[in-house]
Nanobody, 124 residues
Framework: QVQLVESGGGLAQAGDSLRLSCVVS????????MGWFRQAPGKEREFVAG????????YYGDSVKGRFTISRDNAKNSVYLQMNSLKPEDTALYYC?????????????????WGQGTQVTVSS
């Protein structure tokens, strides 16, 4: 059974850091391209970061470049999102997704599996 379970969200103040985790079961994470997305109330889900399988290329949304870092630990079958210099506009429900499709990792339609999300709330 495939499961993606996010954790690490919570309350933070502007300028703080949080580290999100996505633990995967049901498939080896290095066989998939993994991404983080987020959705704020009343807004569409947006791409945050992505990481390629095996070869570690990473991609970031414009609003988080230089502040967030995506990584993977194949031994733990997990993907992480290190979030530094948090801003109130980073407040959202953060989702982990997995895809085996080629193409634009920013496209939600490419993703085969999703987690349930972890809430991040940043106060000013």
């Amino acid at each position: 059974q495939v499961q993606l379970v996010e954790s690490g969200g919570g309350l933070a103040q502007a300028g703080d850091s949080l580290r999100l985790s996505c633990v995967v079961s049901g498939f080896p994470v290095d066989n998939y391209r993994m991404g983080w997305f987020r959705q704020a109330p009343g807004k569409e889900r947006e791409f945050v970061a992505g990481i390629e399988w095996a070869v570690t290329y990473t991609y970031y949304g414009d609003s988080v470049k230089g502040r967030f870092t995506i990584s993977r630990d194949n031994a733990k079958n997990s993907v992480y999102l290190q979030m530094n210099s948090l801003k109130p506009e980073d407040t959202a429900l953060y989702y982990c997704g997995a895809t085996r499709q080629y193409g634009d990792m920013k496209s939600m339609s490419k993703y085969n599996y999703w987690g349930q999300g972890t809430q991040v709330t940043v106060s000013s």
